[in-house]
């Protein structure tokens, strides 16, 4: 129900500034000269080609940043640390990490981008931030004491993940 919200008010939204844009266009084109800049008539199939085409993009972008979600990941278990790698290449693969409570955790990231942006890792609720060497392996360990959603990211804050930390009976990855 709550995505239908969103998708209605941003289609109401579109439809405001389109009608409010025409309506000032209209009226500025009404009281200026047009001596500087004449109109350019389109044909009426291109102007619905390249009004489609925009609404194509901002639903593309809508789906892209709403609704898309990423697999999971479950953090497979070797001698009693949950490991998992991650690639780190224009953002983290897989970006969401199931994980078990009260057991510990070694996160391996593999950086293969060379942004400046991704040459460091921080996971601010269990204080590490971490430099990321280029076509390197680099583990971060610790124990989730709680469970709950914990977020990573880069240095700028631009590229996120998400360690998933379940009870052992809650383990499903979604």
Same mark, same amino acid.
């Given at each position: 129900?709550?995505?239908? @919200?969103?998708?209605? *008010? ?5 439809? /405001?500034?389109?009608?409010?844009? @025409? !309506?000032? !266009?209209?009226?500025?084109? #009404? ?10 008539? @389109? ?7 390249? &009004? ?7 639903? &593309? ?17 070797? @001698? ?11 953002? !983290? ?10 057991? $510990?955790?070694? /996160? ?6 060379? *942004? *400046? ?6 996971? $601010?609720?269990?204080?590490? #931030? ?7 392996? &680099?583990?971060?360990?610790?124990? $989730?004491?709680?469970?709950?959603? !914990? ?24």
């Amino acid at each position: 129900m709550h995505t239908k @919200q969103k998708i209605w *008010s941003v289609i109401i939204s579109l439809v /405001l500034i389109l009608g409010i844009s @025409q !309506y000032s !266009y209209a009226k500025i084109a #009404a009281t200026e000269s047009t001596d500087k800049f004449p109109r350019i008539e @389109q044909p009426l199939p291109l102007k619905l080609l390249v &009004t489609l085409g925009g609404l194509a993009l901002i639903g &593309t972008e809508i789906w892209w940043f709403l609704f898309s979600k990423t697999k999971a990941q479950k953090a497979k278990s070797h @001698q009693g640390i949950q490991e998992v790698e991650i690639t780190v290449d224009g953002g !983290y693969t897989p970006d969401r990490i199931v994980v078990q409570v009260g057991q $510990p955790v070694r /996160l391996n990231f593999l950086r293969k981008d060379p *942004s *400046s942006c991704l040459e460091k890792v921080l996971l $601010p609720d269990f204080h590490k #931030a971490v430099d990321l060497q280029l076509n390197q392996i &680099t583990s971060i360990e610790f124990i $989730p004491k709680k469970t709950g959603e !914990y977020a990573f990211h880069c240095g700028m804050n631009m590229f996120r993940g998400v360690l998933a930390v379940n009870h052992q009976e809650n383990s499903s990855v979604h």
